[in-house]
């Protein structure tokens, strides 16, 4: 099983619409989860860290169920602009004292006039 | 505030040649690290630096693949000699600190990473 899994995509919408991104990760030790959006061609870039109290970031909202092992992210109000790939990613500590963060492979999103 | 440099952005070779690829993290940024990503993947992380010294490069694949970060700040990684399945966009990111107790200063700021293509 994969350490971090995604729906696999692409999700294809109309401007408006609400979109829903799961996740889910196998290593129950895994401390810190974040969202990140990578556009074609460039870079990710963190859009949001994921909190076990849910947290809203204007249209965004992310939510962690640590039980479930499950992490999701809604989009309200679809915007052309938020056509791209989301990523899971997950944080977990190693022995050496340091951390790495593992991403998914990322859930394709295309938001259609 | 400058973002992560990398250069090239474009690469192609053949294979069995070799390549190198260079990263200039955001400045103060002690951790670094080279990610690849193949097409349609999530980045994979190779090899994490924390200043000069490796914390983990447990998914480097050592027999062709090099790195180093001799003086702390800028990076290079090395393919010799490179395979077809090598063919890949690969990110060097920086951040802050990632030590587990960090918080908030773990964010990891990406560079516009060199796109590989072997021949």
């Known amino acids: 099983r994969k350490e971090v899994e995604q729906d696999p995509g692409p999700f294809n919408v109309p401007e408006g619409a609400t979109v829903a991104f799961n996740c889910t990760y196998s290593?129950?030790?895994?401390?810190?989860f974040f969202w990140y959006r990578q556009d074609c061609r460039k870079e990710p870039k963190l859009l949001m860290s994921v909190y076990s109290s849910g947290n809203e970031d204007g249209r965004f909202t992310a939510q962690l169920n640590r039980a479930s092992q499950y992490i999701s992210l809604l989009i309200r109000d679809s915007k052309l602009s938020d056509s791209a790939t989301y990523l899971c990613v997950v944080k977990r500590g190693k022995n050496s004292g340091y951390s790495t963060l593992t991403f998914g492979k990322g859930t394709m999103l295309l938001v259609s006039p | 505030e400058a973002g992560v440099a990398q250069s090239p952005r474009y690469k192609i070779i053949e294979k069995r040649q070799s390549v190198a690829f260079w990263c200039n993290p955001i400045s103060g940024h002690a951790t670094l690290y080279w990610y690849q990503q193949i097409l349609g993947q999530g980045p994979k992380l190779l090899i994490q630096f924390q200043n000069n010294g490796v914390v983990d490069d447990s998914q480097l694949p050592k027999d062709r693949f090099s790195a180093e970060r001799l003086k702390g700040v800028d990076s290079t990684l090395k393919i010799q000699p490179a395979k077809l399945e090598d063919s890949a966009v690969y990110l060097c990111?920086?951040?802050?600190?990632?030590?587990?107790?960090?918080?908030?200063?773990?964010?990891?700021?990406f560079g516009p990473g060199t796109r590989l293509t072997v021949l």
């Open positions: 290593n129950s030790a895994s401390q810190s």
């Open positions: 990111a920086s951040s802050l600190d990632l030590r587990v107790a960090a918080s908030g200063t773990d964010t990891q700021y």
